[in-house]
């Protein structure tokens, strides 16, 4: 059972061209994310979605831009990449923890970008 | 800036110590505390999650959390080559929907 799933899992393409992740959960969560880690390994915040309404814009080009078709979707649309673009995208899923106000979030496997 | 600070490494421990990892956090109002494990190529995993001060224990994990003095930390007991990966710390942001993440820690169990 994938509970979050994310497709593809490896992208390589050229400067300049526009592609898409897709990610699906299966958890019934509200939430769901966008991050971007890179070869530093730092995770970075991109987008948050609850219930298909845009909760968190973090500073990212705009040439970047999410889309929730329903509360268990969540795409990454990216025009025009550029090298420094290559990095992991990972999508993640959240709901209230049982017994408490924190949100647990839950990673999809990650999509590799690489732009040559 | 609210900011999560984690030593990166890597901790080098024998096979069966135990591995001490330890998170500081800039937000004294922060209430949500949360530790990720990732290995090399995958995606960060949740392992434990911690919302008060003291001490949860899972299995051969236990997090200790002390919000007077800003640090959460996690513990590992009979460490197996298997714990080696990079361990992510992550405190609640503005909101709870957020985490605002450490750079992480990097252990290496040696047998």
């Known amino acids: 059972d994938t509970a979050v799933s994310q497709t593809p899992k490896y992208l390589v393409t050229q400067m300049g061209n526009d592609k898409s992740i897709k990610c699906e959960q299966n958890l019934g969560h509200d939430t769901m994310y966008w991050y971007k880690q890179d070869s530093k390994k730092f995770l970075k915040i991109m987008f948050s979605y609850n219930n298909k309404e845009l909760i968190i814009n973090e500073t990212v080009p705009n040439r970047f831009s999410p889309k929730s078709p329903d509360k268990a979707h969540l795409n990454l649309h990216i025009n025009s990449l550029e090298l420094g673009d290559s990095a992991v995208y990972f999508c993640?899923?959240?709901?209230?923890?049982?017994?408490?106000?924190?949100?647990?979030?839950?990673f999809g496997p990650g999509t590799r970008l690489t732009v040559t | 800036q609210k900011e999560v600070e984690q030593n990166s490494g890597p901790l080098s421990v024998p096979e069966g110590a135990i591995a001490s990892l330890n998170c500081t956090y800039s937000d004294r109002g922060s209430q949500s505390f949360f530790w990720y494990r990732q290995y090399s190529g995958k995606s960060p995993e949740l392992i434990m999650s911690i919302y008060s001060n003291g001490d949860k224990e899972d299995g051969r994990f236990t997090a200790q959390l002390n919000k007077a003095s800003q640090y959460v930390s996690l513990l590992i007991r009979d460490s197996q080559p298997s714990d080696s990966a990079t361990y992510l710390c992550a405190v609640n942001g503005d909101s709870n929907y957020q985490l605002i993440w450490g750079a992480g820690t990097k252990l290496i169990i040696k047998p």
């Open positions: 993640a899923s959240s709901q209230r923890a049982s017994g408490s106000w924190g949100y647990e979030q839950y």
